[in-house]
């Protein structure tokens, strides 16, 4: 009976003293996420974290391990075939991003966009990997700037832009809210001369073209006109421009021969001509003399010009200034004379120290004329400040 009891407590200690079996630890899947990850960090490899990033797609560490693969991949390709030029290359992208977050959208542009910024890279899949970022980057700061000419300039200087759908996208809609006046004819021209030079073809160029000459047309704009006839010479659309541009060179010399006319005669040419395109400007110089009338300025007659010295009228002066393209000339005596508005086309391409002389005009709105010595071009100006010779009288 004792034996009995001896092997019973034997065994019951034997099994006590058995290992028990653990229970499997199950971990969650952001645990299993974080402990992949340390993996791939521990092995720092490309293929590592490519790994990463194909098992956990949905992962927040996701964006991370492709960051990483990409520049453990970039330092391999770098070590293993171009180590010379790692450090250019590293400069390189640390200037882009330095004057990316230190410089105006304007100053960015005229550093990169405006001028071709290569470093000198051999090795095709670093180059590639630096262009990208370099025009993703540009591309950035084309969209805040948003300037017609910064795209143009772009899009010149890198014709083999990885964005070029998205540049021409761009472009042609600006050229399309700014086709107004002869800048946008060339601006055109230079757009469509970039499709031929890299031998390829704007799909758009005719309708392009077509609006350009509605504007210039709608607005009765002659300069435009005449921009679009000498820049587009093959293009369908320039004989309708330039039908419009002899309409307008005929109204305008019908014009001339009244301008410095009296009220009755300005009434009459708007009578006898409603279709005329400078009926405007006719109605505008009649209300202008008739204002004169009604204020005892003028009181029926031409007054004569202000009194200006003998000695002034004599003398050659030379142009100091032109402001607003034409509007004001400033001479060198710091008098400053207002151009009539059908003459500021003339005086807006005066340069400075141009030789003046100066005459009195039978003109009543305008009672002076400047004339261009060298060219003989002459503009009727109404003075609106004395110069220091009149001052000092």
Known sequence: MRKGWLLLALLSFSCASLPRTQEPVVLSRAEQEEAAFQAAESKGTAEAYQEFALRFRTSALAPEARRRAKDASYRHRRAAGVPALASSIDEGFAALTSDYAHLSPREFLDRYGMHRYDLPISDPALKQEYAQKLHTVILQVLVQQDSLDYWLGYLSVYPDTPYLARTAKETERLLISQARGALA???????????????????????????????????????????????????????????????????????????????????????????????????????????????????????????????????????????????????????????????????????????????????????????????QESVYVKPVQAGKAAAGR
């Open 185 to 375: 004819s060339n601006r055109l021209r230079v757009y469509l001369q970039l499709y031929a030079k890299n031998n390829r073809t704007c799909k758009n160029a005719d309708a392009l073209q077509r609006l350009v000459v509605d504007y210039a047309v709608q607005r009765k704009d002659s300069p435009a006109l005449q921009a679009f006839v000498t820049d587009f010479p093959d293009s369908p659309h320039r004989g309708r421009a330039q039908t419009e541009l002899d309409r307008l060179q005929r109204d305008y010399d019908a014009y001339q021969s009244v301008i410095h006319s009296s009220a009755a005669q300005l009434e009459e040419f708007i009578k006898q001509n409603p279709g005329n395109a400078y009926v405007p400007e006719a109605q505008r110089r009649l209300a202008e003399i008739k204002g004169l009338r009604a204020s005892g300025i003028m009181p029926g007659v031409p007054a004569p010009p202000p009194p200006l010295p003998a000695s002034f009228l004599e003398a050659r002066h030379w142009v100091k200034a032109i402001g607003e393209s034409g509007k004001y000339v400033a001479l060198e005596d710091d008098s400053v004379w207002e151009v009539t508005p059908l003459d500021q086309i003339e005086s807006g391409h005066w340069a400075p120290f141009s030789d003046i002389s100066v005459k009195a005009s039978h003109d009543v709105l305008f009672p002076y004329k400047l004339i261009n010595v060298k060219s």
